[in-house]
Antibody
Framework: QLQLQESGPGLVKPSETLSLTCAVS?????????WNWIRQPPGKGLEWIGS???????YFNPSLTTRVTLSLDTSKNLFSLMLASVTAADTAVYYC????????????????WGQGTLVTVSS | DIQMTQSPSSLSASVGDRVTITCRAS??????LNWYQQTPGKAPKLLIY???SLQSGVPSRFSGSGSGADFTLTISSLQPEDFATYFC?????????FGQGTNLEIK
C-alpha cells in the first residue's frame, strides 16, 4: 500500500529556507507518477506548490516558482521541497501527495496524501 | 489560473439530510474535477475523481456530477462522520487549483 510521510523542521526563521522531505513506501518513485507538494495555511484553503515527475521534470505554481526547488532521491525513495526566503505568509501545513494520471484520457487526481506537517515561520 | 468557486461556504444540516455542494470553474474544464473531504487535523481524502467516479472505499451515498464549468457533490443521506470540509479541485491545467472549501456542520 502506497504511503507518504512528511518530515522536517516545524519552525523556520523569516528569510531562511524551508526544507521538507516526503518519504514514500509501497512504491518506487522512480517508476512512474508525479510527486507533489500542497500547502494549507491555518484555517484556510489548499494551494498547490509544485510537482516533480519520476524522471525529475518539475512544474511549479507561478506564484511560488522563483522560490521553490523540488528534488527526487530514488535511492532513498523520497522527494524534497525547498522554499527560499520565507515569510510569515508561508506558515502552513505542508502535504505531499501523489498525482495519479490515467493513461487513456489524462484525468488526474491527488491520492494518497501524507498526514501533513505544520511549518511555522517566526523569529 | 483557473478559479474554482464553491457554494455555499458553510452549510448546516442534520443526520439523514440530502446535501448538495456546488463548484464552478472560471472556464470549461470538461470533467477534470475532483472532490476531497477533510476532517480537522487530517489530510484531505479523495472522494470523487473525474467529476463523477467514486473512489474505491468511499460510501455510495457520495456522488458527483457535472461537466464543463459547473459541478455538484451530493451526499444522499448524511451520516455523523460526513461532517467535514469539502474541497473541489480542477485538474485540467497547471497550476492546479482548489475551491475555498465548504464547511458542513451539524445543525
Amino acid at each position: 500500500q502506497l504511503q507518504l510521510q512528511e518530515s522536517g523542521p516545524g519552525l523556520v526563521k523569516p528569510s531562511e529556507t524551508l526544507s521538507l522531505t516526503c518519504a514514500v513506501s509501497g512504491y518506487s518513485i522512480g517508476r512512474d507518477y508525479y510527486w507533489n507538494w500542497i500547502r494549507q495555511p491555518p484555517g484556510k484553503g489548499l494551494e498547490w506548490i509544485g510537482s516533480i515527475s519520476h524522471s525529475g521534470t518539475t512544474y511549479f505554481n507561478p506564484s511560488l516558482t522563483t522560490r521553490v526547488t523540488l528534488s527526487l532521491d530514488t535511492s532513498k525513495n523520497l522527494f524534497s521541497l525547498m522554499l527560499a526566503s520565507v515569510t510569515a505568509a508561508d506558515t502552513a501545513v505542508y502535504y505531499c501527495a501523489r498525482l495519479y494520471i490515467t493513461t487513456w484520457n489524462k484525468e488526474n487526481w491527488f491520492d494518497p496524501w501524507g498526514q501533513g506537517t505544520l511549518v511555522t515561520v517566526s523569529s | 489560473d483557473i478559479q474554482m468557486t464553491q457554494s455555499p461556504s458553510s452549510l448546516s444540516a442534520s443526520v439523514g439530510d440530502r446535501v448538495t455542494i456546488t463548484c464552478r470553474a472560471s472556464q470549461s474544464i470538461s470533467t477534470y474535477l475532483n472532490w476531497y473531504q477533510q476532517t480537522p487535523g487530517k489530510a484531505p481524502k479523495l472522494l470523487i475523481y473525474a467529476a463523477s467516479s467514486l473512489q474505491s472505499g468511499v460510501p455510495s451515498r457520495f456522488s458527483g456530477s457535472g461537466s464543463g464549468a459547473d459541478f455538484t457533490l451530493t451526499i444522499s443521506s448524511l451520516q455523523p462522520e460526513d461532517f467535514a470540509t469539502y474541497f473541489c479541485q480542477q485538474s485540467y491545467s497547471s497550476p492546479y487549483t482548489f475551491g475555498q472549501g465548504t464547511n458542513l456542520e451539524i445543525k
